[in-house]
């Protein structure tokens, strides 16, 4: 069953004082504005909306599996930019008919 999402994120440099963390953290928030597929929610930079596929039963087992598929789509395409050695990740999830906010990290 699909269901609607509202990921909020951070990406952080892991060192503001080196130049190829800062564009590493730009390049990565690019990606997850552009590359996703995921829709933006115009001015509000870094809020994206979409839709994942669960097929687990149990409202905490719908909850793992969302967190699971969006931080891994997340981190392959970050890891094919090669830019995961210079970020940190952090994202809230809230999806649809599932309660509260999901938070996870990619380091």
């Known amino acids: 069953m699909s269901h609607?999402?509202?990921l909020?994120?951070?990406v952080r440099p892991l060192d503001t004082a080196r130049e190829q963390h800062v564009a590493s953290a730009d390049k990565a928030r690019r990606i997850l504005r552009n590359d996703m597929g995921w829709k933006t929610t115009g001015d509000i930079e870094t809020t994206l909306l979409g839709e994942v596929k669960l097929t687990s039963t149990s409202i905490d087992d719908k909850?793992?599996?969302a967190k699971h598929d969006i931080r891994n789509q997340i981190k392959s395409k970050l890891e094919e930019a090669d830019v995961l050695k210079h970020i940190e990740f952090e994202g809230s999830l809230m999806v649809n008919k599932l309660d509260g906010a999901i938070k996870f990290y990619i380091p």
């Open 4 to 6: 609607k999402f509202q």
């Open 8 to 10: 909020t994120y951070t």
């Open 63 to 65: 909850a793992r599996e």
